[in-house]
């Protein structure tokens, strides 16, 4: 059984910090690239990183380049998202989602919100208060 399982999230304050887990299972991890995405309530869902777990390659979006990194590792089959200098517009649930196609496609999905990914996780809330 395929599953991608969020862990990390809670309360913050602002400019606190936090660590994002994104737990495998049940595919070839490395064969995937693996997105974190965030939606907060009453807008669409944004992609926020991408990696590839086969070679490391990273994309961030612009909100989040320089405050967040993203990393993988492919012995846990786990994806972190380390996530610095938060902000109250960082609140939102974040999802891991896996993508079997070439990375430089799962970047493109990436910036339009996941389309296309393969599996997702159920999420975790992340708060940031101010």
């Known amino acids: 059984e395929v599953q991608l399982v969020e862990s990390g999230g809670g309360l913050v304050q602002a400019g606190g910090s936090l660590r994002l887990s994104c737990a495998a299972s049940?595919?070839?991890?490395?064969?995937?690239?693996i997105g974190w995405f965030r939606q907060a309530p009453g807008k669409e869902r944004e992609g926020v990183s991408c990696?590839?777990?086969?070679?490391?390659?990273?994309y961030y979006a612009d909100s989040v380049e320089g405050r967040f990194t993203i990393s993988s590792d492919n012995a846990k089959n786990t994806v972190y998202l380390q996530m610095n200098s938060l902000k109250p517009e960082d609140t939102a649930v974040y999802y891991c989602?896996?993508?079997?196609?070439?990375?430089?496609?799962?970047?493109?999905?990436?910036?339009?919100?996941?389309?296309?990914?393969?599996?997702w996780g159920k999420g975790t809330l992340v708060t940031v208060s101010s």
């Open positions: 049940g595919f070839t991890f490395d064969d995937y690239a």
């Open positions: 989602a896996a993508d079997r196609r070439p990375y430089t496609i799962a970047v493109v999905s990436t910036t339009q919100g996941g389309y296309g990914m393969d599996y």
């Open positions: 990696i590839s777990t086969s070679d490391g390659r990273t």
